[in-house]
């Protein structure tokens, strides 16, 4: 991706409420005014500057901010929610951290999986490579409190306990 310079995404685009607006036509078939972008396959929005595509929650952090870190997270989890509230500089872990729970997931908790072996719920929360465990237990809602404590203490404002 190309680096995109704040006076060009000021002079291209106009934001209300968590959406791009062309200030100039950008092409024969779309009007000054319109709302710019698109969704991508991923559910996404995207916007396409100069034959380049950039993400539009990338280019409303580079509007507001002036500078485009290397990820921005949403903080309520909604990929569709670009107001400039829920968008917030991160590092690629802590990306991760927001992430939701998987669609594999059994026990109804992130980092909470029962271990056979021991017959119990264990519990795990992942920070940076290293694994932080959590304890096991008999009961999964009381394994799935202490991985929500953990994580909150290990993952900071960044966690996401569903």
């Given at each position: 991706?190309?680096?995109?310079?704040?006076?060009?995404?000021?002079?291209?685009?106009?934001?209300?409420?968590g959406e791009l607006f062309w200030k100039q036509k950008p092409n024969r078939r779309i009007k000054a005014g319109s709302k710019a972008g698109r969704p991508k396959s991923n559910d996404y929005e995207v916007v396409t500057i100069s034959g380049?595509?950039?993400?539009?929650?990338?280019?409303?952090?580079?509007?507001?901010?002036?500078?485009?870190?290397?990820?921005?997270?949403?903080?309520?989890?909604?990929?569709?929610?670009?107001?400039?509230?829920?968008?917030?500089?991160?590092?690629?872990?802590?990306?991760?951290?927001?992430?939701?729970?998987?669609?594999?997931?059994?026990?109804?908790?992130?980092?909470?999986?029962?271990?056979?072996?021991?017959?119990?719920?264990?519990?795990?929360?992942?920070?940076?490579?290293?694994?932080?465990?959590?304890?096991?237990?008999?009961?999964?809602?009381?394994?799935?409190?202490?991985?929500?404590?953990?994580?909150?203490?290990?993952?900071?404002?960044?966690?996401?306990?569903?």
């Amino acid at each position: 991706m190309k680096n995109l310079a704040h006076d060009l995404v000021r002079e291209l685009f106009d934001y209300k409420d968590g959406e791009l607006f062309w200030k100039q036509k950008p092409n024969r078939r779309i009007k000054a005014g319109s709302k710019a972008g698109r969704p991508k396959s991923n559910d996404y929005e995207v916007v396409t500057i100069s034959g380049s595509i950039y993400m539009s929650h990338r280019i409303i952090f580079l509007w507001h901010h002036g500078y485009l870190p290397e990820f921005v997270d949403h903080i309520d989890g909604n990929i569709s929610n670009n107001r400039i509230e829920n968008l917030r500089e991160c590092s690629l872990s802590q990306n991760q951290f927001n992430k939701k729970m998987g669609k594999n997931n059994t026990s109804g908790y992130k980092g909470v999986h029962f271990n056979k072996q021991a017959g119990k719920w264990h519990v795990e929360v992942q920070c940076n490579q290293k694994k932080y465990y959590g304890g096991l237990f008999d009961d999964v809602k009381a394994a799935g409190k202490a991985a929500d404590k953990l994580r909150n203490s290990i993952h900071k404002e960044f966690a996401r306990n569903y």
